[in-house]
C-alpha cells in the first residue's frame, strides 16, 4: 500500500471513536456536564440545544414542492469520462450516469474529483475567502448538503475573533448542534483563509457520533483551492487504493496560495523600480 493511501486510511479511521451516548429524553432531569474534550479530533461534546438566534436564521423548508429539475445532458460519447466514471462505480460510488451534470465536466481537464463535484459529491472551494470572518459555518452547510440525509438538520455557528486589540489574532470557535448535543472545535485564525483542518475534524465527528458510514476527505491539491470528497469510508479507500483519488493537506493548500501572493508582489515591486529607474 502507498504510504499516502496508508496516512489518509489511519486519518479516517481515527476518526471512528464511540459514539457519545445520546442526550436525555424531554422531561428527565439532566445533569449539568462539562464539555467532554475527545481524543484524537480536539472536538468536544456537551448536552446543549442551538441558540433561538441561530434555528431562527437557518433558511425555512419550502411551502410547495421543489421543481422537477430539468432533465441532465447525457454522458459525453468519450472513452476517458466512460473510463473515469466506471472506476467510480467500481470503488463503490454507485450509479453515477444519471447523478452527474455532464454540462458541468470538461472533458479536456475531467479527472475522478471533477466527476463527483458533477455529482454532487465533492466541494471545490477556494482556501483563502478575502473575508473577515471568514464563514467556516458556511463551509461546513456546503460540506453537509454533499452529505446528504446524515448530516440534514445539523446547524452551524461561527464564533470569530474580535477585529481589534489583543482579540485580533484569537481563535475561532466552530459549533454544530443536532440530537440535543452540541459539537465544538476549536479553528485556528490564520487572517482571510480557512482553517480548513477543523472543518473536517468537527464535520467527521459529527457523521461518526450520527452513525454515518461517511467522512470527509481533501484531496490533493497544487494549488489554493482545496476539494473535499464526502463518500463512505471504505468508498474512500477504494478509490485512493485504485489511485483514482489522491489525499491532500490543507496547509500546501494554503502555503501555495502564499507563495503565489508573495511571487506576485516580488513581480509588482521588480516592475515599480524598472519604471522608477533612471533612464
Given at each position: ?30 445533569k ?12 468536544r ?34 472513452p ?22 455532464w ?15 458533477a ?39 461561527e ?37 480548513v ?9 459529527l ?39 489522491q ?33
Open positions: 500500500m502507498r504510504p499516502w493511501i496508508l496516512f489518509a486510511a489511519l486519518a479516517l479511521t481515527a476518526c471512528d471513536r464511540p459514539p457519545e451516548p445520546a442526550a436525555p429524553a424531554s422531561g428527565e432531569a439532566a449539568p456536564a462539562k464539555p467532554k474534550r475527545l481524543p484524537g479530533d480536539g472536538v461534546v456537551r448536552a446543549m440545544a442551538p441558540p433561538a438566534e441561530l434555528a431562527q436564521a437557518q433558511p425555512a423548508a419550502p411551502s410547495t414542492p421543489p421543481a422537477q429539475p430539468a432533465p441532465r445532458a447525457p454522458q459525453p460519447d468519450s476517458k469520462l466512460e473510463k473515469l466514471r466506471a472506476g467510480l462505480e467500481q470503488a463503490g460510488f454507485g450509479d453515477l450516469r444519471e447523478k452527474i451534470d454540462s458541468e465536466v470538461e472533458e479536456e481537464y475531467a479527472d475522478a474529483a471533477a466527476l463527483l463535484q455529482a454532487g459529491l465533492c466541494v471545490w472551494f477556494d482556501v483563502e475567502t478575502g473575508m473577515f470572518p471568514n464563514e467556516h459555518d458556511g463551509l461546513l452547510r456546503q460540506l453537509a448538503a454533499a452529505a446528504g440525509d446524515d448530516l440534514a438538520g445539523v446547524l452551524f455557528q464564533i470569530p475573533p474580535t477585529e481589534d486589540g489583543d482579540q485580533a489574532e484569537a481563535p475561532y470557535q466552530l459549533h454544530a448542534y443536532a440530537d440535543g448535543k452540541r459539537w465544538s472545535v476549536t479553528a485556528r485564525n490564520y487572517g482571510d483563509w480557512y482553517d483542518d477543523a472543518v473536517l475534524r468537527l464535520g467527521n465527528a457523521l461518526r457520533d450520527r452513525g454515518s458510514a461517511k467522512r470527509m476527505l481533501l484531496l490533493f491539491s497544487e494549488d489554493q483551492t482545496a476539494q473535499v470528497v464526502v463518500a463512505p469510508q471504505a468508498v474512500l479507500g477504494a478509490a485512493l487504493e485504485q489511485g483514482l483519488l489525499a491532500g493537506d490543507e496547509a500546501a493548500a494554503r502555503e501555495a496560495g502564499k507563495a503565489f501572493e508573495q511571487e506576485v508582489l516580488e513581480k509588482l515591486k521588480a516592475e515599480r523600480g524598472a519604471e522608477r529607474a533612471p533612464r
